[in-house]
């Protein structure tokens, strides 16, 4: 039975309630054990979706400011938030927009506002030098200017010219991932592979900014857009035209001036909708945080369940704790306790089982998130946030679940109690 303490300070009282709080878990390990496991589950989504949401939304935003805040884009089609589609012309939006063109890139180069633009464009081949090989991979065409919308930089080599890129040489960039499968423990630089079945050049090895999106451990395969249009099996269409605003230019009146010159192209009257999406950086981020939203509810009603779950589990194992601590209680109101002392030692009590299960859920957050990290191209990491409220749920969930046996036990008769044997 536990020591019978008197009126004590606020300190002492806390103290003792955590200490029977552990004495509980010992004397009712496979109880405690289920209500620290579901606290923990709770806590552990929490953890784990807000690392790999933040480190998300990091690489985004990288992505973004890379290209700087001025880059806009211009697209087939733009949805906000998550796209869904059956196949059906009805779900798929896009089909009824025509292609972006080589020939609109150029257009929208020589704009008096503008001052680049890059061409991305993707295919599939299999990369091929001596025995080794990439089955199928990702071959990305675009202009010269590439790297200013991709960040990273040159590790040997150079990147291709505009003369190469304007004779759709055959020339490629590679990164370190690409490299170490292809070319191990030698210079990739003018070696040859075969692309599309075609010898092309490694002219440059590239080293990956760190990001979702170029630092994940895939190959990097970047040759001149006119030359991934002649000869590559893409789906033609699925160009994106990043474009760089001249320094003397705003960029809402180059994205004007986009527009303008791609509705006179395209022949669209007055009145009619454009046919095509800009969208600048600022409308990606604000794009992908709505969709991020629905991951965070998502995270919510997930935790909820595994806190319910530990609640109830602390109710039942507080209960045990009161009954068992009947008389005990009645000497300490003999002794001169106060109803409010006896509900907060129980409150600090319940609050300790789950911050119990917190820490654990907290820990086992931490392994996944690191997981994620190593294993997956997303950089995932625990914001402070996450931390505060996975400690501030726990406690929360312990006061409210241990409020009714801590209720029902500083509302004890003493007389009673003490009968109780």
């Known amino acids: 039975m536990s020591q019978v303490l008197g009126r004590g300070n606020l300190l002492t009282r806390g103290a003792e309630g955590?200490?029977?709080?552990?004495?509980?878990?010992?004397?009712?390990?496979?109880?405690?054990s289920l209500t620290i496991l579901g606290i923990a589950i709770g806590?552990?989504?929490?953890?784990?979706?807000?690392?790999?949401?933040?480190?998300?939304?990091?690489?985004?935003?990288?992505?973004v400011q890379r290209a700087g805040p001025n880059t806009f884009v211009v697209m087939r089609f733009f949805r906000d938030g998550l796209q869904i589609s059956d196949g059906t012309d009805e779900m798929s939006p896009w089909r009824r927009r025509p292609r972006l063109s080589r020939d609109e890139a150029e257009l929208i180069r020589n704009l008096p506002a503008v001052a680049d633009v890059n061409v991305r464009e993707f295919a599939q081949s299999a990369v091929v030098y001596g025995d080794k090989e990439f089955s199928e991979t990702g071959i990305e065409g675009m202009d010269p200017s590439w790297m200013k919308v991709s960040g990273g930089d040159l590790l040997d080599g150079r990147n291709f010219t505009p003369i190469e890129a304007a004779g759709n040489a055959f020339v490629v960039v590679i990164n370190g991932d690409a490299a170490e499968v292809l070319f191990p423990g030698i210079d990739p630089v003018g070696k040859?592979?075969?692309?599309?079945?075609?010898?092309?050049?490694?002219?440059?090895?590239?080293?990956?900014?760190?990001?979702?999106?170029?630092?994940?451990?895939?190959?990097?395969?970047?040759?001149?857009?006119?030359?991934?249009?002649?000869?590559?099996?893409?789906?033609?269409?699925?160009?994106?035209?990043?474009?760089?605003?001249?320094?003397?230019?705003?960029?809402?009146a180059a994205m004007d001036?986009?527009?303008?010159?791609?509705?006179?192209?395209?022949?669209?009257?007055?009145?009619?909708?454009?046919?095509?999406?800009?969208?600048?950086?600022?409308?990606?981020?604000?794009?992908?945080?709505d969709m991020t939203a629905g991951f965070f509810l998502v995270m919510l009603v997930l935790s909820s369940v595994g806190l319910m779950v530990g609640g109830v589990g602390v109710v039942a194992i507080m209960m045990i704790s009161v009954t068992e601590r009947t008389r005990e209680i009645g000497v300490r109101k003999a002794l001169g306790a106060t109803r409010g002392e006896i509900l907060f030692q129980f409150l600090v009590e319940a609050a300790t089982l789950t911050l119990l299960g917190g820490l654990c859920g907290m820990a086992m957050g931490a392994i996944i998130s690191f997981g994620i990290k190593q294993f997956t191209p997303i950089p995932a990491t625990i914001p402070l946030w996450s931390i505060a409220a996975a400690i501030g749920a726990s406690i929360i969930t312990g006061i409210c679940f241990g409020l009714y046996p801590a209720n029902k036990a500083a509302a004890m008769d003493p007389v009673e109690a003490l009968r109780h044997e």
């Open 257 to 289: 001036q986009v527009t303008s010159a791609m509705r006179i192209h395209r022949g669209l009257k007055p009145g009619e909708d454009n046919t095509f999406d800009l969208v600048s950086g600022d409308q990606f981020l604000a794009s992908f945080n």
């Open 43 to 63: 806590v552990m989504v929490v953890i784990a979706m807000a690392s790999m949401i933040t480190g998300i939304q990091r690489s985004v935003s990288d992505v």
């Open 18 to 32: 955590v200490t029977l709080a552990l004495d509980s878990v010992r004397a009712n390990k496979l109880r405690a």
């Open 192 to 252: 040859v592979v075969r692309i599309f079945g075609l010898p092309f050049t490694v002219v440059g090895l590239y080293r990956d900014p760190s990001g979702m999106f170029e630092d994940g451990g895939s190959p990097k395969f970047v040759v001149p857009h006119g030359t991934l249009a002649k000869v590559g099996n893409q789906d033609r269409g699925w160009i994106n035209i990043a474009v760089f605003p001249d320094s003397t230019v705003g960029r809402d």
